[in-house]
């Protein structure tokens, strides 16, 4: 019985070791590997917010164009600069002053910088003014096996997979790094890729690039989930069979 339960604790500990294949990134990674990013503009969706900045040589014109939302904010906290932003509505239209109603779904940030851009220049409303656009609420959320889990805001155009996970404290000793699985909405319809971290071909994913709304699921791994079976965890197991061999002790003494 004690040779079976040494035999057994032997196993066990074995079986919940992780290996250096099941934690290591970027294996196959050779010394001076180039990869070639792929980055592209996100398109609007429903509920981004906009802020819309607008500078001219003329004062007064600028006055009379835009709210006093608009004219520097005396809120610059995040809070007051989303209340004072322009939300992207169920329709995919915006409303600006003078402009009116603005369709801004499924384009950049920089189509609809130009956009405005042309109105008040062809108007004759401003002349060569300065019009910034920028998304206010990006955010993604991260799932499962990572130090912070949730809701992440970032204010990067080009935010990466991996910058992302590096913003909800990198994956736990007990992530699946060859599993990481992406949700992204897109037309209705909801995409999923899945990433191997531990294979550079990630690298050259055309979904490498973080998009505001997604979301990263990482799953637990194999060792994981076997320690979270009927005993519950490791240390309730090593607990458990630790006192069944010394009472076989004592009670063989």
Request: negative net charge; contains cysteine; proline residues 3%.
């Amino acid at each position: 019985m004690k040779n079976n339960l040494f035999i057994l604790l032997f196993i066990f500990l074995i079986s919940s070791c992780s290996s250096k294949r099941d934690v290591l990134y970027f294996q196959d990674l050779v010394p001076k590997d180039e990869f070639k990013l792929k980055y592209e503009e996100y398109k609007l969706k429903t509920d981004d917010i906009l802020k819309i900045d607008i500078s001219s040589e003329n004062p007064e014109a600028l006055r009379g164009l835009i709210s006093s939302s608009l004219t520097a904010n005396a809120n610059y906290t995040k809070d007051g600069i989303i209340y004072n932003g322009y939300r992207v509505d169920n329709q995919g239209n915006i409303y600006f002053p003078t402009i009116g109603k603005i369709t801004v779904i499924g384009k950049t940030t920089t189509m609809v910088r130009n956009e405005i851009y042309n109105f008040l220049t062809q108007a004759g409303i401003l002349l060569n003014p300065s019009v910034d656009v920028k998304i206010v609420n990006a955010s993604f959320t991260v799932l499962g096996e990572v130090n912070l889990p949730g809701r992440h805001e970032f204010n990067k155009n080009n935010l990466n997979i991996l910058e992302a996970l590096g913003i909800a404290g990198d994956l736990t000793i007990n992530g699946e790094r060859s599993g990481i699985t992406l949700l992204r909405e897109s037309e209705n319809k909801i995409i999923s890729t899945t990433y191997d971290l531990t294979d550079t071909s990630i690298l050259s994913n055309e979904n490498f690039q973080i998009f505001p709304g997604d979301i990263i699921i990482v799953n637990p791994n194999n060792t994981r989930v076997k320690n979270a079976g009927i005993i519950g965890n490791s240390g309730t197991l090593l607990s458990l069979l630790s006192f069944i061999l010394s009472s076989i002790i004592v009670i063989n003494n």
